[in-house]
């Protein structure tokens, strides 16, 4: 094999463009992406910032590109070594060094994003998830937080600008408690991804959680800022901002409707405790969004920015993310303003216990299955349908919820049933599916619901045990 090139630092620098070639560098090898740029998943821009330049900062806080199939597709655009003692990676402070400690029992899905979820066994104890058992969602490193200098700032349509601490918030406002289930829209994205694979992050059904939230309304905060409920405003979005960013300095956003800020019975929190305690690192401290009933993407962490627009966020999670579409749509046909935004997230539920492919006994020819159920909107759970028998039987289970209000049913309900086992099988599959009070309820299969992004599959759930008596 003829030996590669060596190139100067200064020959990389000058492919920096489309015209000249886009060239990087990783360790010591040097690569030509320019035929690249437009497969690449993250986007071609996001590649663009590494032009001429070295990638490895880049993949220290995207660390989904620290894998063998990777390396060897960027090996693939390969064309030369740096000269001897170069390096074009500098030393870059590890954007990832204000990572909390975690509890050992969370099953990680990914490191850095820091990704985890609650076993399924642990999540139906009680109806309050423990904080430190709480599955976490990160898109980006925890941010360093200085409390003496932390400001939200609320600023947009109608308003006047204003920054509050934390202690402002404490103090100048009347303390509100909630309680309300967090899910991301990804939860049980891995029944979607053994159909058929999807880009994501794997969740099976742990990716929820249930707590009690303290902090003040957003809607006593907004009316302070100046937001009149009778006076005419064409703005239709609240903006949240996280002090989470990526490299570009873009920071986390969502956004959820005005309505939900105005309305008294949204419930819309600007959240400083979880069940009793402060925030944690990993739960969004000092000061995160609680939108009861939406989607857990829109419970921005870490809020530093708050606006009032006629826009919704541009946000890449509000506009390229967090979106479902046909199961025929795929990365090549998708038109992302085709779909709205996920908001209020569809009925589901999962079985928690026996776990898939456990060994059960049964007693009297019962087996005991116990699960979650929940639904967007304020919507609460009427019903649990269990079947041992493929759907042909379905046992009603019995429900524990939250007391709620009419129509703000934020929290989800346990359950458990005894459930008949079919005589003389051993293999049994175990079926749950919800009712919510809108009578919205889950399809039987996954085929009909997976879409792209592996969201919102509330296909009924199935386990399959093995009876050992
Ligand atoms: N807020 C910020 N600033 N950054 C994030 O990455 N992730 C969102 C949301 N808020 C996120 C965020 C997503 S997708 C979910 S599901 C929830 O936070 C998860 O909240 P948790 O980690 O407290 O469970
Ligand atoms: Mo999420």
């Not at 309680?179 to 829209?185: F, G, I, N």
């Not at 090549?332 to 776990?355: F, K, L, M, Y």
């Not at 009924?460 to 093995?466: D, E, L, T």
Request: proline share 5%; with cysteine; charged share 20%.
């Amino acid at each position: 094999q003829p030996a590669l090139p060596i190139y100067h630092a200064e020959d990389v620098a000058n492919h920096n463009n489309k015209e000249q070639g886009v060239w990087v560098t990783y360790k010591d090898g040097v690569y030509d992406v320019t035929d690249f740029l437009e497969m690449h998943p993250g986007g071609a821009s996001r590649l663009m910032l590494a032009a001429g330049g070295a990638i490895d900062p880049f993949w220290a806080m995207y660390q989904q590109h620290q894998n063998d199939e990777i390396r060897s597709l960027l090996e693939g655009y390969r064309i030369g070594s740096l000269a001897g003692g170069q390096d074009m990676s500098q030393q870059v402070a590890d954007p990832y060094s204000h990572e909390p400690q975690r509890h050992p029992a969370l099953i990680v899905r990914s490191q850095k994003p820091f990704n985890a979820e609650t076993p399924a066994a642990l999540l139906i104890g009680k109806l309050y998830t423990p904080n430190d058992l709480f599955y976490v969602r990160n898109h980006l490193p925890v941010p360093a937080v200085d409390l003496a200098a932390y400001a939200l700032r609320i600023e947009g349509e109608g308003l006047r600008t204003i920054e509050l601490s934390l202690k402002d918030l404490q103090t100048m406002f009347k303390r509100h408690t909630i309680s309300a289930t967090l899910q991301c829209a990804g939860n049980r994205r891995i029944d979607m991804s053994d159909l058929k694979d999807i880009k994501g992050t794997t969740w099976a059904a742990g990716a929820i959680g249930n707590a009690e939230w303290s902090g003040v309304t957003l809607k006593d905060v907004l009316e302070y800022a100046g937001l009149d409920e009778s006076s005419e405003t064409d703005a239709e979005h609240v903006q949240f901002e996280g002090l989470d960013s990526d490299m570009e300095g873009v920071c986390y956003g969502a956004s959820i409707l005005i309505e939900k800020a105005i309305n008294k019975g949204a419930d819309v929190l600007l959240a400083f405790e979880m069940n009793g305690r402060p925030l944690s690192k990993d739960h969004g401290y000092p000061v995160r969004v609680i939108a009861p009933g939406i989607v857990g993407a829109r419970n921005v962490k870490w809020l530093s920015r708050i606006i009032i627009s006629k826009e919704e966020s541009q946000s890449h999670w509000q506009q390229h993310d967090y979106k479902s579409f046909s199961p025929n749509t795929d990365y090549d046909t998708v038109d992302w303003d085709s779909a709205p935004a996920i908001q209020e997230p569809n009925v589901t539920s999962a079985i928690c216990s026996p776990n898939n492919h456990e060994a059960v006994t049964t007693s009297e020819g019962m087996i005991p299955v116990k699960g979650f159920a929940y639904s967007g909107g304020g919507h609460s759970i009427v019903r649990v349908d269990v079947s041992a028998d493929g759907g042909k039987t379905w046992t009603v289970a019995d429900l524990r919820s939250v007391p709620a209000k009419r129509s703000r049913a934020w929290s989800w309900s346990l359950w458990e049933a005894e459930v008949p086992a079919p005589a003389a099988q051993r293999d049994i599959e175990i079926i749950c599916k919800a009712t919510d009070n809108a009578y919205n309820t889950q399809p039987d299969s996954v085929a009909g619901v997976w879409n792209l992004r592996g969201v919102l599959n509330n296909a009924w759930h199935r386990v399959k045990v093995q009876v050992t008596d």
